[in-house]
């Protein structure tokens, strides 16, 4: 009976207590949907000079079922998307050579990659920034850190 009673205490306890997260947690049906990309394999373009980061976002897209290329300047950004001919580049705005700004509107200025989605990923997140890559032919603007949720909604979001 005692035995019973502190299993009954336990079940209580751990059902009252309130879990936490810094970030809501995903369900496995919501991940797999957003998992799934809007055709067959998409090509993503990352351009940023962050090592990690860029290391991070082609380990992690690529396990959602992107075909990503990554480019660590503006010049090598400009250079594999017109030979990749992605259906997305993710660009960051700080740049060593020169700023995102140029890829966007070298991008949209050539034939090969104008139907591309350009979106800044970047921790410039004032509104002129903003207004200045949707000037420069950005299609969306997400400040750094990005929610993850959000990325993969961005990326299945045809212009």
Same mark, same amino acid.
């Given at each position: 009976?005692?035995?019973?009673?502190?299993?009954?205490?336990? *079940?209580? +306890?751990?059902? !009252?207590?309130?879990?936490?997260?810094?970030?809501?947690?995903?369900?496995?049906? @919501?991940?797999?949907?957003?998992?799934?990309?809007?055709?067959?394999?998409?090509? $993503?373009?990352? @351009?940023? /000079?962050?090592?990690?980061? %860029?290391? +991070?976002?082609?380990?992690?897209? &690529?396990?959602?079922?992107?075909? @990503?290329? =990554? %480019?660590?300047?503006?010049?090598?950004?400009?250079?594999?998307?017109?030979?990749?001919?992605?259906?997305? =580049?993710? #660009?960051?705005?700080?740049?060593? /050579? +020169?700023? !995102?700004? $140029? $890829?966007?509107? @070298?991008?949209?200025? &050539? &034939? #090969?990659?104008?139907? %591309?989605?350009?979106?800044? $990923?970047?921790?410039? &997140?004032?509104? *002129?920034?903003?207004?200045? %890559?949707?000037?420069?032919?950005? /299609?969306?603007?997400?400040?750094?850190? =990005? /929610?993850?949720?959000?990325?993969?909604?961005?990326?299945?979001?045809?212009?």
């Amino acid at each position: 009976m005692a035995r019973r009673a502190r299993e009954e205490g336990r *079940r209580r +306890s751990r059902a !009252g207590r309130r879990q936490e997260h810094l970030v809501e947690p995903i369900h496995l049906e @919501v991940l797999r949907n957003l998992m799934n990309p809007v055709s067959d394999v998409q090509r $993503v373009l990352v @351009v940023e /000079d962050d090592r990690d980061t %860029a290391e +991070s976002l082609r380990t992690w897209l &690529g396990l959602c079922g992107y075909h @990503v290329v =990554v %480019a660590h300047t503006s010049q090598q950004g400009i250079e594999e998307a017109r030979k990749l001919e992605p259906h997305i =580049v993710l #660009c960051d705005i700080g740049l060593p /050579d +020169s700023d !995102g700004y $140029v $890829v966007g509107s @070298v991008l949209r200025q &050539g &034939g #090969c990659n104008a139907g %591309a989605r350009l979106i800044a $990923v970047t921790g410039h &997140g004032e509104p *002129r920034h903003r207004q200045r %890559a949707l000037a420069a032919g950005f /299609d969306q603007h997400l400040v750094k850190p =990005v /929610d993850p949720k959000v990325l993969l909604l961005e990326l299945q979001t045809r212009h």
